[in-house]
T-cell receptor, first 116, second 115 residues
Framework: GNSVTQMEGPVTLSEEAFLTINCTYT??????LFWYVQYPGEGLQLLLK?????DKGSNKGFEATYRKETTSFHLEKGSVQVSDSAVYFC???????????????FGKGITLSVRP | DGGITQSPKYLFRKEGQNVTLSCEQN?????MYWYRQDPGQGLRLIYY???????QKGDIAEGYSVSREKKESFPLTVTSAQKNPTAFYLC??????????????FGPGTRLLVL
């Protein structure tokens, strides 16, 4: 089956520190990979995505590269801000067939706190 | 502005009571989803619908029911058979074009509490 494993949290960093959040996956077929972010009390927002091997997704200073050889999609940011404090979810979607809205499989999420 | 709305923001359920959570979208999306979020467990899929008048069970459908009579609406009923309903419930939708079905858009969520 499909699964996503995220590193254990929570993570606490000082402002301007470097961030890495690990994500590895197991999937049948050829998944698309996603990072979603959830700010306190809100729903999820798509942060970035990659749809094939070696693609790099990027947004708001965050980056993640789809590594098929290590089945990983680690999230990185060079300098975090207090406003980046949120819960981050890694997810995958396996393409079933053309036109199908197949399901997302989520990791457990990790809470990031950035202190001034 | 296009988006997904969920109501109410907070909902209280008494023992033995059924409650219904609303989800409405004006994105013209065909597919809609309901997830349950518990602390430390990520999101788990309850039900999803790819088209009007059709829906499928997700991973944790027991104790829940849905309907999809209109494209823009996908209400979720938490029945009295759901013994542990306290959670944060998230609704999402996705399009069917090649690019739009890649991304699910989420509503702001409803927090359900048991009295």
């Amino acid at each position: 089956g499909n699964s996503v494993t995220q590193m254990e949290g929570p993570v606490t960093l000082s402002e301007e520190a470097f961030l890495t959040i690990n994500c590895t996956y197991t999937a049948t077929g050829y998944p698309s990979l996603f990072w979603y972010v959830q700010y306190p009390g809100e729903g999820l927002q798509l942060l970035l995505k990659a749809t094939k091997a070696d693609d790099k997704g990027s947004n708001k200073g965050f980056e993640a590269t789809y590594r098929k050889e290590t089945t990983s999609f680690h999230l990185e940011k060079g300098s975090v801000q207090v406003s980046d404090s949120a819960v981050y979810f890694c997810a995958l979607r396996v393409k079933v067939y053309a036109g199908a809205n197949s399901k997302l499989t989520f990791g457990k999420g990790i809470t990031l706190s950035v202190r001034p | 502005d296009g988006g997904i709305t969920q109501s109410p923001k907070y909902l209280f359920r008494k023992e033995g009571q059924n409650v219904t959570l609303s989800c409405e979208q004006n994105l013209n999306h065909d597919a809609m989803y309901w997830y349950r979020q518990d602390p430390g467990q990520g999101l788990r899929l309850i039900y999803y619908s790819q088209i009007v008048n059709d829906f499928q069970k997700g991973d944790i459908a027991e104790g829940y029911s849905v309907s999809r009579e209109k494209k823009e609406s996908f209400p979720l009923t938490v029945t009295s058979a759901q013994k542990n309903p306290t959670a944060f419930y998230l609704c999402a939708s996705a399009g069917t074009s090649f690019s739009s079905r890649e991304t699910q858009y989420f509503g702001p969520g409803t927090r359900l509490l048991v009295l």
